[in-house]
């Protein structure tokens, strides 16, 4: 089969945790994958960025797939239920809204910049190399930290997935595919 301009997008996710990794300031670039899902959704209808564009899932495929870091087993019912689903979007949205006021809080100058990256919402990683000041506030840096924490422990909680189970499993959970699906549901809905 002939290969796709976005069949490389996994090179584009990849590259992401290494810029963000020596300047957090590339964690920004992040929010591609917030908003082109959901603009996807919300326009067709489809989830056709997660089917087709979404470079993290070509990342487990990949790693999972054709290099065998997968044990290749079902992922347990009870991770593709709703509930389940739901809830850890849920969780996540919050996590997000608490990254969000963190860096309210540095914007208003209450708040210390923090060059830290929490992994898996509770180990906090000194990050300090990565951001060495900048034209703009520190608010902007605030938010990197915050994003590229959210970025990287979903990676993490992705690839724990992925040797456990089948390479794309993630992708069952994904608050990113749960929204989008949420998105496609009411969009599709017949009056």
Not at 13 to 18: A, E, N, V
Not at 162 to 180: D, N
């Amino acid at each position: 089969m002939r290969k796709r301009w976005y069949d490389y997008l996994w090179i584009v996710s990849l590259l992401y945790l290494i810029l963000g990794f020596f300047n957090i300031l590339f964690a920004w670039l992040g929010l591609a994958c917030f908003l082109i899902p959901l603009m996807i959704s919300l326009a067709k209808g489809t989830k056709g960025y997660c089917n087709r564009y979404c470079g993290r899932g070509q990342l487990f495929q990949l790693l999972g797939g054709r290099f065998g870091f997968s044990r290749r087993r079902d992922i347990p019912k009870w991770m593709k239920s709703k509930g389940f689903r739901y809830g850890f979007l849920a969780f996540f949205l919050a996590m997000f809204l608490v990254m969000l006021w963190n860096t309210c809080l540095v914007f208003a100058g209450t708040q210390e910049l923090s060059q830290t990256v929490t992994l898996l919402w509770r180990f906090r990683l000194p990050w300090h190399w990565a951001y060495h000041g900048t034209i703009f506030h520190k608010g902007v840096a605030q938010f990197a930290f915050g994003f590229y924490s959210v970025m990287l422990t979903s990676t993490i909680l992705g690839m724990i997935t992925m040797v456990l189970f089948k390479p794309r499993s993630w992708c069952v959970y994904c608050p990113m595919g749960t929204m989008t699906q949420l998105v496609c549901k009411v969009k599709n809905r017949k009056p």
